[in-house]
């Protein structure tokens, strides 16, 4: 089992419409949990980045994360056309200081 | 904010040379930096972590004799692919951050490597 687990896409929104996002991990002990942006040819650019069971809110997106079952999901509300890119989920692990390590990532397609 | 400079963004060099790649953090402090590879399609993968004034931790898999990383002052990582071959292009990234990673590392523009 990967260590943190995307689903490639394509993910395929309207726009304005709300775009969600799913990363699931393996180490229950894992402590810091981040979302980030990757368009096509570019370096990462960090989202949001959660640590408490529960939503935070920044902007038009939503982190959620829900440790006993083991997931973290990014929302975007009311999508827009900038917003395709390809979301990739990194958390540190337990034990692992500050290291990350990255999920595949999702690629987000928002269609006019 | 943070700023990671990463320099050159791409290169291409003939098989069998060595190439430098620089990663500065240009309003902090970075004891640690780290750099990544990703191939197209697929995600980062980190290569090693970079330490100041000592040596850096490779992972596993990754040959230490061939990414040389030397991270001799705070602001300043160098990562020299020596002996290159095609099988070594990729993006490669560093990244670091101004608070030992708690709210998220920032990453530098990357550097295309073209190895012909």
């Known amino acids: 089992q990967k260590e943190v687990e995307q689903n490639s896409g394509p993910l395929s929104v309207p726009e304005g419409a709300i775009a969600s996002l799913n990363c699931t991990y393996s180490?229950?002990?894992?402590?810091?949990f981040f979302w980030y942006r990757q368009y096509s040819g570019k370096s990462p650019e960090l989202i949001m980045f959660?640590?408490?069971?529960g939503d935070k809110e920044d902007g038009r997106f939503t982190a959620q994360l829900n440790k006993a079952s083991q997931y973290v999901s990014l929302l975007i509300r009311d999508s827009q056309p900038s917003d395709s890119a390809t979301y990739l989920c990194?958390?540190?692990?337990?034990?692992?200081?500050?290291?990350?390590?990255f999920g595949t990532g999702t690629q987000l397609k928002v269609e006019l | 904010g943070a700023v990671v400079s990463q320099h050159p963004s791409r290169v291409i060099c003939k098989s069998g040379t060595s190439v430098k790649i620089e990663c500065r953090s240009l309003?902090?402090?970075?004891?640690?930096m780290f750099w990544y590879r990703q191939f197209p399609k697929q995600s980062l993968m980190l290569m090693a972590t970079?330490?100041?004034?000592?040596?850096?931790?490779?992972e596993q898999g990754v040959e230490k004799d061939k990414f040389l990383i030397n991270h001799a002052s705070l602001t300043l990582s160098t990562l020299t692919v020596t002996s290159a071959h095609p099988e070594d292009s990729s993006f490669y990234i560093c990244?670091?951050?101004?608070?030992?990673?708690?709210?998220?590392?920032?990453f530098g523009s990357g550097t295309r490597l073209t190895v012909v």
């Open positions: 309003d902090f402090q970075a004891t640690t």
């Open positions: 990194a958390l540190t692990p337990a034990g692992g200081g500050n290291k990350l390590t």
């Open positions: 180490d229950r002990g894992s402590q810091s």
């Open positions: 990244s670091a951050s101004t608070t030992g990673g708690i709210y998220g590392y920032t």
């Open positions: 959660i640590y408490s069971n």
């Open positions: 970079s330490n100041e004034g000592s040596k850096a931790t490779y």
